[in-house]
């Protein structure tokens, strides 16, 4: 018989996936071998765990019995690891991690680059998109979101901030006054789609400032939004990370210098099922990056649990 704590593994990811081939993919298995481990464990309980329809897989009365125990008993036996495991302990096994695309491919990638160098035997899964990863559906271990966390079950713990501020090639502005943020009227804005409200807040000392021109470009990347700003056909808020360097070359003006938007909260977020140490690990060694690259402010030392919406 197989190891039964794989065996489990195997059972949990199947009815999170609600399917043998998600599974597989998520735990690098063979669907023959996800298929054998199921056929293992109903074998050793003598019940039926799940009900196998065309579309879908779903759990029996007797199978909910066993996911909660087989997740009580990885997660115990993660918590073992985690304390036994040394500083310096090379890391190893699977980690899938979702995070937003312009976000990801600046700063989060670079990241898992360099810290997959330090351990070889991690096999790390990326995700880049603007939209959410559903973490149970998508069988994601770990997602690095940017703004407020929308009410969940998900563990949440915040990595610090990054600033938003508004930039535009030179030739754009050139013929243009901005004294105020009302001045950017005078010019083409260009909005990031995915956004649910596209109104600036802007702020100096006691005084406040809200302006929300209609777009005449909209993208659903960060990273697009930057090239149309490159390109001068518009102005445009964007992270800051995003646009230091081409504002120390000269490529981008920062408009409104005097004046702020708030910052976004970074956050990493995770499920508390069979997550494994690797995931805690990678969470504090990427906060540990994003203070030292100066790419947001020092993270606060919490963790809180979202209630449910």
């Not at 003006?253 to 702020?260: A, I, K, Y």
């Not at 140490?277 to 906060?287: E, I, K, N, T």
Request: glycine fraction near 6%; charged fraction near 20%; include cysteine.
């Amino acid at each position: 018989m197989s190891d039964l704590l794989s065996i489990y593994q195997t059972f949990c990811r199947v009815v999170e996936r609600h399917n043998l081939t998600q599974a597989g993919i998520d735990l690098d298995l063979a669907q023959a071998t996800v298929s054998r481990h199921l056929q293992e464990l109903e074998q050793r309980y003598g019940v039926p765990l799940l009900n196998r329809t065309t579309r879908r897989l779903n759990i029996t009365a007797a199978g909910e019995q066993v996911y909660q125990y087989a997740t009580s008993l990885l997660r115990s036996e993660s918590e073992l690891a985690e304390r036994l495991v040394q500083t310096g302990r090379r890391l190893s096994g699977r980690i899938t991690i979702a995070g937003p695309g312009g976000f990801g491919h600046m700063v989060l990638n670079r990241f898992l680059v360099e810290h997959g160098r330090q351990h070889p035997d991690l096999r790390i899964r990326l995700l880049l998109s603007e939209r959410y990863a559903d973490l149970i559906e998508e069988g994601v271990d770990l997602a690095i979101r940017i703004g407020t966390p929308a009410n969940s079950n998900l563990i949440v713990k915040a990595l610090g901030e990054v600033q938003e501020i508004p930039v535009a090639a030179p030739s754009l502005v050139q013929r243009v006054k901005l004294e105020s943020p009302q001045a950017l009227y005078q010019l083409h804005r260009l909005g990031l789609s995915v956004l649910s409200s596209s109104a600036l807040q802007f702020k100096r000392g006691k005084k406040h400032a809200s302006v929300d021109p209609p777009a005449s470009y909209e993208v659903d990347s960060a990273l697009a939004l930057r090239e149309a700003s490159l390109a001068g056909i518009g102005w445009a808020a964007l992270h800051e990370y995003l646009v230091a360097d081409d504002i120390a070359q000269g490529r981008l003006l920062r408009l409104l210098p005097e004046w702020s938007l708030p910052a976004w909260p970074v956050n990493a977020m995770y499920t508390t099922r069979n997550r494994p140490y690797r995931v805690d690990h990678l969470v504090a060694a990427f906060a540990d990056y994003l203070v030292s690259r100066n790419i947001t402010s020092k993270r606060p030392h919490f963790e809180r649990r979202q209630p449910l919406g």
